[in-house]
């Protein structure tokens, strides 16, 4: 089956970096988006980051500046600089459209997340 593996997350002071990883495994034909979703305690998730295999880039405003998103086939990337108390949340790692040989519709997958935690 699809899943997503995610790394990178910690605990890092106001001002630092980290660099979130997410890598899909499987059968997987390809994979038309992939992204970067966050949920901080009471909160809603919410999309931080995405890109399509042709290119296309969506970064949520709170972020631009900041974060920076890339992708390597079916391993999306997430630099995180800059941080601030407020990025503090479980970041989710997003595949969308993906086609595999498990099925014969578009799947979207999403990985099991990984903590930021940014201390002031």
């Known amino acids: 089956q699809v899943q997503l593996v995610e790394s990178g997350g910690g605990l890092v002071q106001a001002g630092g970096s980290l660099r979130l990883s997410c890598a899909a495994s499987?059968?997987?034909?390809?994979?038309?988006?992939m992204g970067w979703y966050r949920q901080a305690p009471g909160k809603q998730r919410e999309l931080v980051a995405a890109?399509?295999?042709?290119?296309m880039r969506n970064v949520t405003d709170s972020v631009k500046g900041r974060f920076t998103i890339s992708r390597a086939k079916n391993t999306v990337y997430l630099q995180m600089n800059s941080l601030k108390p407020e990025d503090t949340a479980v970041y989710y790692c997003?595949?969308?459209?993906?086609?595999?040989?498990?099925?014969?519709?578009?799947?979207?997958?999403w990985g099991q997340g990984t903590l930021v935690t940014v201390s002031s």
């Open positions: 997003n595949a969308d459209r993906v086609k595999s040989n498990y099925g014969s519709r578009d799947l979207e997958v």
């Open positions: 890109v399509t295999s042709g290119g």
């Open positions: 499987g059968s997987i034909f390809t994979i038309d988006a």
